[in-house]
């Protein structure tokens, strides 16, 4: 039976406390590579234990059989299927997989009483919303609900937000790197310009035949620059159909790389796929194929040459490189210059940003340079810059705000000083958190220091509050505390520590509220700051 890591525990008690509390529909969100399918597999070994009866909802077949295979190795547990001709009904195991495909048929579902099922898992849970998703769970509507899905962008959670009453627990990319359970990823920014501006869109994303048209004419090239940048690497190229896929391979070939190239037609496919897990191939096309489903934790270079503007398919592309293996330092992204008039292409900033301003710095960043660069270690330079250029742009605002006659702070302000991409770029998904702040959350930010009129949602103000409260545990400085001293002209006071801002602030009340001539506000910092709340 498999250990939980120590936040794969923290997401199952999160998910069953939500249920508890009257969430029914309830959200996990966990990055490509943090083992869903054995967090969720524990969630049902609780529910299985407690008598109940458990379904597994997938849309492809491949994810139904790593489900079930994922369960029985983490604990124990059979399971029934439903696909095709094969059913539960008559059957003894507690947990089904089912294919949304077969179960969603009216004559199907008819079969089963509406209480059949005690929980349901959504695997790929930005399914969910799918007509067929949406008929299966209304049939077992008294059903407890976990949606399970890798980082949506906010597009996905406000959508998501539609039918989910809560997220019950979210484990990010740059977490897992930095607890070692991912390997860290370096891009690098290719100088090869490639027009897609013509492209037109389907579904919301970019049309996959227009791509496929646009990108010919550049495979060539491309392979030139791969067969530079991907020796002696183990490399999965992403494209947009299954003849692009073939011709990538068909050019990677003829510049020397062993490649080849697997579809959803492939007869073989199982065999190309542990060839190259086995070394006879360097570099896997795919069209697709592989966003889902596919582990090989050797692979330690992505070439996303499908662009999209949905942030949960890049993730998904890139997440096939991310996981551990031995002697794998990091993983390479190469990311083209994709010339186009629409600017909500995703980036390898858009896999761990969460404002829009800093993944567009970043962006340009990686641009300037020509070596691979550390997407943690980019990201911070890159909100090191959009925050000298939000003081820069943002300071007749805020002195306007500091000279304001109130003994609160605005919370833009506060934002800034602390430096919290998460709060200046949130935003609301969830039905209780679109709501107006409550009473007593306005009350609670008034006594902490905190001018509410601007908050306009409650998920704002729950956020703002955690915040606080954890910046009080760890002796940072309050909100009171940055509105004086940045009155006075001293920088990012909310990185300081309480004590620190408390002693100075003790040194120009002693000197009759003047500033000491031998201190400047604009140069000053304190002999010890925390940086992190």
Not at 27 to 48: H, P, R, S, Y
Not at 123 to 149: K, M, P, S, W
Not at 211 to 226: F, H, K, N, R, V
Request: aromatic content about 6%; overall charge negative; hydrophobic content about 40%.
């Amino acid at each position: 039976m498999m250990e939980l890591r120590p936040y794969q525990d923290e997401a199952r008690l999160a998910v069953e406390a939500q249920w508890r509390e009257g969430n029914k529909k309830t959200l996990l969100v966990l990055v490509t590579g943090g083992g869903k399918t054995i967090i969720f597999a524990k969630i049902i070994e609780d529910l299985v234990t407690n008598g109940e009866r458990v379904l597994v909802l997938a849309h492809r077949g491949e994810l139904l059989e790593q489900a079930a295979d994922k369960i029985k190795a983490a604990t124990g547990l059979g399971c029934s299927v439903e696909k095709a001709e094969q059913t539960c009904l008559g059957e003894w195991y507690r947990v089904v997989v089912g294919s949304v495909q077969s179960l969603q048929r009216p004559a199907r579902l008819e079969k089963f009483p509406t209480d059949y099922f005690d929980a349901i898992v959504v695997d790929e849970a930005h399914h969910a919303l799918a007509d067929g998703y949406q008929r299966i769970l209304e049939h077992f509507d008294g059903a407890r609900v976990l949606g399970v899905t890798a980082t949506p962008d906010r597009g996905d959670m406000r959508n998501l937000g539609q039918y989910f009453d809560s997220l019950a627990y979210e484990y990010t990319l740059p977490r897992a790197i930095r607890e070692g359970y991912l390997c860290p990823i370096k891009a690098m920014t290719i100088p090869l310009k490639l027009d897609i501006s013509g492209v037109g869109m389907s579904a919301g994303d970019y049309n996959a035949g227009g791509l496929g048209s646009a990108l010919e004419p550049y495979l060539d090239m491309i392979a030139a620059e791969m067969a530079q940048q991907c020796k002696n690497r183990k490399t999965v190229v992403f494209l947009p159909l299954i003849a692009t896929a073939q011709k990538m391979r068909d050019a990677l070939i003829s510049h020397g790389l062993r490649a080849c190239e697997v579809n959803g037609q492939s007869p073989d496919r199982a065999q190309i796929l542990e060839d190259f897990e086995k070394g006879k191939y360097d570099v896997l096309c795919n069209a697709m194929l592989l966003t889902e489903g596919w582990d090989c934790p050797c692979v330690d270079c992505i070439v996303v040459l499908r662009p999209t503007k949905i942030r949960s398919l890049y993730c998904q592309m890139v997440g096939r490189g991310t996981r551990l293996h031995p002697g794998k330092d990091h993983l390479l992204l190469l990311d083209f210059l994709w010339h186009t008039e629409r600017h909500e292409l995703c980036h390898p900033a858009h896999l761990i940003c969460e404002s829009p301003e800093v993944a567009e710095q970043m962006t340009i960043n990686l641009e300037r340079v020509t070596e691979a660069s550390d997407i943690m270690e980019a990201e911070k330079q890159a909100a090191s810059d959009v925050i000298a250029q939000r003081e820069e742009a943002l300071a007749k605002e805020l002195s306007a705000m500091r000279s304001r006659k109130r003994k609160l702070v605005d919370p833009l302000q506060f934002e800034m000083s602390i430096q919290a991409e998460d709060l200046s770029g949130y935003v609301p998904a969830f039905g209780w958190e679109m709501s107006p702040p409550t009473e007593k959350q306005v009350q609670a930010l008034e006594k902490m220091g905190i001018f509410p009129d601007d908050i306009e949602c409650a998920g704002k103000a729950a956020k703002l509050l955690d915040r606080l409260a954890a910046r009080r545990q760890a002796g940072l400085t309050t909100p009171k505390q940055i509105r004086f001293l940045e009155g006075k002209g001293f920088k990012n006071v909310g990185t300081w520590e309480f004590d620190a801002a408390r002693r100075l602030i003790d040194r120009i009340a002693a000197n009759r509220w003047i500033v000491p001539g031998e201190i400047n506000p604009e140069t000053y910092k304190p002999d010890v700051r925390r940086l992190e709340a």
